[in-house]
């Protein structure tokens, strides 16, 4: 069997058994064992996590300096009336991909020009899994950190590739108002919880942002009042969705949404509470790390195969690493697979030939990043 063949077959048979076991956040145990044995058993060094699923993965000599990122997790979905854990948003193939690498990296470990690390992580999907792995330091040495993904087909169609994707900030609120129930027949009595959140709604609709810079604030939970509709209720709970492209825009939009709530809770006397979830911050794209992927799309497959840099309104926990260590290189892979109807969607299917071009742009970029790592090392002295 030629090397491309043996790489097609160990790529489909790591991706058949993830996609045919796939396990839901924080819960990627027999996940993390299957690829830990895998790898292990290649020689390659395993370093696991103690407090949640997961571990680092470590070929060569000396502290790594290029590293991998997968993400692990499956989405819980309905499917045929079952609710059921899916890798509908194409973990198991980020997963396939990196494995693949570290595997045909060990292969030639001897001849490698410095150490080179991957970081299985869990709960992307909660949009913390690495915000968790990044605590640990598990990226604070290295120089490079490469991800990768697929991408819708009208996002990005096969078999073109993307040296980066930058993805946009995303940040839940929940808010709680707090006052007292009143009769319907006297409403000067005291404030209505529906109607301050309303007021919210409306204020946040007039931030202020940079119309240059793509974002969006919008009320997406209301609860207030119960079964006696003549009963103005003080009490409700209310839940925001907040994006932005930017860090800054995100910023803007925050802020904001705290300085309409202290504005309604001074007017109404009722007491607002905001409680700020899953924050994801947008990407810092490093521009060595995007340079080095477009060079090995273009060297791997040809010129005609590289595209721009993707920009979307999704977001991904990858660049808490880059918040962690802000010097530190960082870029995600966009990989044209043809992905339909589209991630997420419970019944996703993929071009799979897009696996095989994307180890070999990865392969590349890790050389060519060890190589820029030898290279400033060398300069620094």
Known sequence: MTGDGLRRRRIHEIWTQLHNHPEPSMQEFATADYLAELLGG??????????????????GEGEPRVGFRADMDALQQV????????????????????????LELAEKAERLEGAVRAVFQPAEELGNGAELVARLGVTDGLEYLFGVHLRPQNELPAPCLAPSISHGACLFAVGTITGEDHHGARPH???????????????????????????????????????????????????????????????????????????VEASTGSTIELDFRDEVP???????????????????L?????????????????????????????????????VQPGLHHPRMSFDHSALDRAVGVILEASQLALASSKTSVVSTD
């Open 189 to 263: 009595l005291g404030a209505n919880a529906v109607d301050i959140a309303l007021e919210i709604s409306a204020g946040v609709q007039r931030l202020k942002v940079d119309p240059q810079i793509p974002s969006s604030a919008k009320m997406t939970m209301l609860r207030a009042g119960g079964e006696n509709l003549n009963v103005i209720p003080g009490n409700g709970t209310f839940g925001l969705d907040l994006r932005a492209q930017t860090n800054e825009a995100m910023s803007v939009l925050r802020d904001g949404l705290v300085r309409v709530c202290r504005s």
């Open 42 to 59: 290649a020689g390659i060094r395993i370093t696991r996590f103690a407090s949640f699923p997961g571990f680092t993965a470590d070929v």
């Open 282 to 300: 947008a990407a810092v794209i490093g521009i060595q790390a995007e340079e080095i992927l477009a060079q090995a799309i273009t060297t791997t």
């Open 79 to 102: 499917v045929e009336e079952t609710t059921k854990a899916v890798h509908s948003c194409g973990h198991d193939a980020n997963m396939a991909v990196v494995a693949t690498v570290m």
């Open 302 to 338: 040809g010129s005609e195969y590289l595209r721009p840099r993707v920009v979307t309104s999704g977001s991904d926990d990858f660049h808490f690493y880059t918040r962690r260590s802000p010097s530190l290189q960082a870029s995600m892979l966009a990989v044209g697979a043809n």
